[in-house]
């Protein structure tokens, strides 16, 4: 039976059936259309970013009696609006190789059809990009490596650096090579690209790490090595898609 997870519950817990899914939605690019006086055609000035995407199902959910139907309900609002301030985990049997971030902030309006059955439409506001699962599995790195990108999409990953003292991380790719100092490592450093920030535990890290930005892993191959007082270091490549 087709069903979804978001926030740690699958929607068969609440008997909901699914009827369909919007399966290709695809997010806006944000660009606009600059006319100038003179000549032909709009020139594109794009932000540099995707918009949220909606992702819709259809769904019912079989009830013995009104009263049955009633508290089935109570129970899925009650899931669906618990922390509506933040995104969570969405997956479903339609896409079982990728989740998505999303949060259900739209209002549920349930007819009662034939008095036993409440119809409705979810729909989840979900950041543009969906996660590739198996990109969310740690790669171990003691020596020079390879990881591919298998996407056109730039990825902002999760790395952590292990060792003492000083050492340098790189990453070479299509756009050349990509260099952070690291000047006061004790025993590990985290960098977490898409918060953008270098810590350890809770502790910030920013001001002991210098460099290109945060380590982003381009479409393609990406190489990553390190030298001096780093041994090893983890990376979950958060490889994303539309």
């Not at 902002?156 to 000083?166: A, L, T, W």
């Not at 007082?229 to 994303?240: F, K, M």
């Amino acid at each position: 039976m087709s069903n979804f997870t978001f926030n740690g519950h699958n929607s068969t817990e609440f008997d909901i059936r699914i009827q369909n899914k919007s399966i290709y939605s695809v997010p806006k690019f944000d660009v606009s259309a600059i006319s100038i006086p003179g000549r032909d055609g709009d020139l594109l000035n794009p932000s540099g970013r995707f918009g949220n995407v909606g992702v819709s199902y259809t769904c019912y959910v079989p009830a013995k009696s009104i009263q049955d139907l009633s508290d089935k309900l109570t129970k899925i609002k009650n899931w669906l609006y618990d922390e509506v301030n933040q995104y969570h985990d969405l997956t479903d049997s339609y896409d079982d190789k990728f989740k998505r971030r999303a949060v259900f902030n739209n209002k549920l309006d349930i007819s009662d059809e034939a008095r036993k059955i409440g119809v409705f439409t979810l729909t989840f506001s979900c950041l543009p990009f969906k996660y590739l699962l198996a990109g969310l599995e740690v790669i171990n790195i003691t020596d020079t490596l390879t990881v591919r990108n298998p996407f056109n999409f730039t990825s902002k990953p999760y790395i952590k650096v292990y060792g003492s003292g000083e050492g340098t991380l790189v990453i070479q790719n299509e756009e050349g090579n990509k260099i952070w100092q690291f000047s006061d490592i004790d025993e590990y450093v985290e960098i977490d690209s898409e918060l953008m920030n270098f810590f350890k535990g809770t502790e910030l890290k920013n001001s002991s790490v210098s460099g290109d930005g945060f380590p982003l892993l381009v479409k393609g191959d990406n190489v990553l090595s390190f030298n001096g007082g780093i041994t090893r270091v983890e990376i979950i490549p958060r490889w994303v898609s539309l």
